[in-house]
């Protein structure tokens, strides 16, 4: 069951062992919640810039810090671009990244904004129901930043 918690992921991030984030394939980290996570966590974006910049292959595999423990950052490959006009969610691959995470990081103090339902357009219902599926038993937060307060009815929450 999945924990919604009004805050700032940022600021609260020592509360948590691990933040996961969407990602696009591209090294962008230039909107939604990926800039002040680059910010504040230099090496996630050094951790994005390991992968191959474009590749498609990308999709539904993770990329994470190793040298910052905590909290460890994921970036989940959920979306290959992001255009302003379409779903960029893609589903199969959020799937395989949350399987990802459940397989290397099980038992830890997980944290996520509303991935994938923001900028990429995702349905939050079918988000929150995958997250649920492929991290059942795992101490899963959702960090709902406050200034979507105002959007919650866009989430269905």
Request: charged residues 25%.
């Amino acid at each position: 069951m999945l924990k919604y918690i009004k805050g700032d992921l940022i600021r609260d991030a020592s509360n948590y062992e691990l933040i996961g984030h969407q990602c696009n394939c591209f090294w962008s980290f230039g909107a939604g919640i990926a800039p002040q996570i680059k910010k504040a966590f230099p090496e996630a974006y050094q951790a994005d810039l390991k992968t191959t910049y474009g590749d498609k292959n990308k999709l539904g595999t993770i990329a994470y810090t190793t040298e910052q423990k905590s909290p460890v950052i994921v970036n989940l490959y959920g979306q290959f671009k992001y255009t302003r006009t379409e779903v960029d969610t893609n589903y199969d691959a959020l799937t395989n990244c949350l399987k990802e995470i459940k397989k290397t990081f099980s038992g830890k103090k997980m944290a996520f904004p509303l991935i994938g339902a923001g900028l990429a357009a995702g349905d939050w219902g079918i988000i929150s129901g995958l997250i649920e599926k492929e991290l059942e038993g795992e101490d899963v937060n959702i960090i709902v930043w406050e200034k979507d307060l105002l959007n919650l009815k866009k989430f269905n929450l």
